[in-house]
């Protein structure tokens, strides 16, 4: 097990957390400010997740071309000037610099949530879900950090509203360049790539697995992303509830997607891959109900928690999933496409979100996920005996 690989990756997941959290919880919040279009008021928050799903692909070549940690290195430069350009858009209160600056940051997005296959490449096959879990633990920091930002930093630059909060990110993005560039090789040992490229494509994604794997990531991020996305706006912009009341949902949030996997891991290795993504199903389920069944801060901060923990269980099981459905050679194209759908479901759902917040509220949003969680339930069921087959001949 390379602990100094994961040990670096923990610290860059802890940085692309905080500014996640940062432009998620500020996101609609600064373009309700910056535009009297309400329904386009999470346009930022939106097309930075757009963009994290047109750069899924593109990421993966290039981190195949010259390697992971001058790729990611590279991507974080691009996410400290980013955020800069952010707080220029606040000083200048210039909404369409706001969402090409969002837009940019979502660069280094596509590049951070590969993070974890960077750790299942510096393990053996049998840890793998056990890294997977420890990296995403680097979160549960993004989780203090951010909010401790968005509060603190509100004030910090005289006049401009969140401007100190944003030029503080782009510090913690220089340094995570840094440290990504001290990343040792990736792949175990004896993993050797003879440069066969793998089968095509078509055919790795034929496998059910495969598909299961890839559907159950798209279902967890979208739905969280989705929900996520429309909640600053349903609960500081409409309902009135106070910045600092928004940010602590925000943060038992995020620390509800990473605290499980102090657990999650160990959880797959003990009770297998299909019972634990079912916990994910449930937990998901949860998050929608209890969203249906008010608008109280307790309400939301349930829906939230609910939401974080669901995504966690199945997240984590749904990348394990996938890294047996294909081999060392095959596993930059495997990776890209699942990454597409991945963000390109999350793209929609925030896009979604701000328009559905406008014209139909929140009640019609956190029904619409329901179908589709519960056809991961199914799809789960269906695919257990070929999930237990491959994971015991890999």
Not at 115 to 120: D, E, F, H, L, Q
Not at 253 to 276: C, N, Q
Request: glycine share 10%.
């Amino acid at each position: 097990m390379n602990s100094r690989n994961l040990l670096i990756l923990f610290f860059c997941q802890l940085i692309s957390a905080t500014g996640q959290i940062v432009i998620v919880t500020l996101g609609g919040i600064i373009g309700s400010s910056l535009t009297d279009n309400q329904s386009i008021a999470t346009l930022p928050v939106s097309l930075m997740v757009v963009v994290t799903a047109l750069s899924a692909i593109p990421a993966t070549m290039l981190m195949k071309r010259i390697g992971r940690k001058f790729g990611s290195s590279i991507a974080s430069l691009s996410a400290a000037s980013a955020v800069l350009i952010a707080a220029y858009a606040l000083h200048s209160q210039s909404f369409s610099l706001f969402v090409l600056a969002a837009s940019m940051f979502g660069i280094n997005a596509a590049f951070s949530q590969q993070y974890r296959y960077a750790a299942a490449e510096s393990v053996e096959q049998k840890f793998v879900s056990r890294a997977i879990s420890m990296i995403l633990l680097g979160a549960i920091g993004g989780a203090i950090l951010g909010p401790e930002l968005v509060t603190r930093g509100q004030d910090w630059v005289v006049g401009v509203p969140y401007a100190g909060s944003l030029i503080s990110l782009s510090v913690l993005f220089g340094v995570q360049s840094i440290l990504l560039l001290l990343l040792s090789p990736f792949r175990p040992a004896g993993d050797k790539d003879t440069g066969d490229t793998g089968r095509p494509l078509s055919i790795i994604m034929g496998q059910r697995v495969f598909i299961m794997a890839m559907f159950g990531g798209t279902v967890a991020y979208g739905a969280m992303t989705f929900i996520m996305t429309a909640t600053p706006l349903s609960m500081h912009v409409i309902d009135g509830y106070s910045i600092d009341a928004t940010a602590n949902v925000i943060r038992s949030h995020v620390l509800a997607m990473y605290i499980p996997s102090l657990v999650s891991g160990f959880l797959i290795e003990r009770f297998g891959l299909t019972k634990i993504m079912m916990v994910g199903v449930v937990g998901l389920l949860i998050a929608c109900f209890a969203g249906l069944y008010g608008q109280s801060i307790f309400n939301y901060w349930m829906a939230l928690v609910m939401l974080g923990i669901g995504w966690n269980f199945l997240y984590v099981g749904s990348t394990t999933m996938l890294t047996y459905t294909y081999q060392s050679s095959e596993r930059f194209k495997a990776q890209g496409i699942n990454e597409f759908c991945v963000f390109g479901m999350s793209a929609l759902g925030s896009l979604l979100a701000g328009t559905i917040m406008y014209y139909y509220g929140w009640y019609t949003l956190v029904l619409i996920p329901i179908p589709f969680i519960l056809m991961i339930g199914v799809g789960l069921r269906m695919t257990s005996n070929e999930t237990k087959a491959l994971l015991k001949a890999g």
